[in-house]
Structures are given as C-alpha cells and as structure tokens.
C-alpha cells in the first residue's frame, strides 16, 4: 500500500494545479491618453507622430517584437536606461537617450508612454 501512496499523492498534486484557475492578469500600470501627449512631447521627434519610426533614428514601435517581448518593468527599466549608440543591439546605431532625453519624466509617465505605444501596436 506504502508503494502507491507517493504515486497518487504527486497525482492528486498534478490535478489539483491542473484545476486552478489561471491567475488574472495584472492591470496595466499606464494610461494610454496620458501616455499619448507625453509620447507626442518627447518621443515623436525621433519615432514619428504615429510611433512608426524617422528613418536614421528611431525605430517602429507599432510591430517592434522588443516592445511585445517585455513586461512593463522591463520597458520602464529600458526607458529610464536608453540604448547607447555603442550597444550591439542598437540596430540604429543612433543613441536611445534615458527617458527619451526628457529628465522630467517620472515613472508613471514612463508607464503611461508605455501604454500608449502598446495600444498601438499590431
């Protein structure tokens, strides 16, 4: 009995995390119309008034997969930080300024920029 008791215990363990709900996911921490006149006061200069890139400068927000690919911790974390013209995976070979070369940015601004592009995207 001992032999089979260890068996069903990891079953029994398997099923239950089989039923449980899916967790919820977690509310955007941005918002898209507040987003959009910041994007409109720094970002629009080097990734266009439609988000889809100046050619030399900035890249296409509407289909980037980098964007998509990013929680947005990660995307504030990238903002506050920029991309140097020196970094390998700087595609533009044009610096990428913290907060878009914009210091008065807080966080939530950084978030609702967030929103904003993510609203966009295809």
Do not use: W
């Amino acid at each position: 009995m001992k032999r089979y008791l260890l068996p069903l215990t990891l079953l029994a363990l398997l099923l239950a995390a089989c039923s449980a709900p899916a967790p919820t996911p977690e509310p955007p921490k941005g918002n898209a119309a507040n987003g959009q006149t910041k994007f409109t006061t720094t970002c629009v200069s080097c990734h266009g008034p439609d988000a889809k890139g100046m050619t030399g400068l900035g890249k296409d927000l509407t289909t980037s997969e980098f964007i998509k690919g990013k929680t947005e911790d990660e995307m504030l974390a990238f903002l506050k930080t920029g991309r140097p013209a020196s970094d390998p995976l700087n595609t533009t070979k044009v610096d990428m300024p913290p907060k878009g070369g914009n210091p008065a940015l807080n966080d939530q601004d950084l978030y609702d920029i967030v929103a904003y592009i993510r609203s966009l995207q295809k």
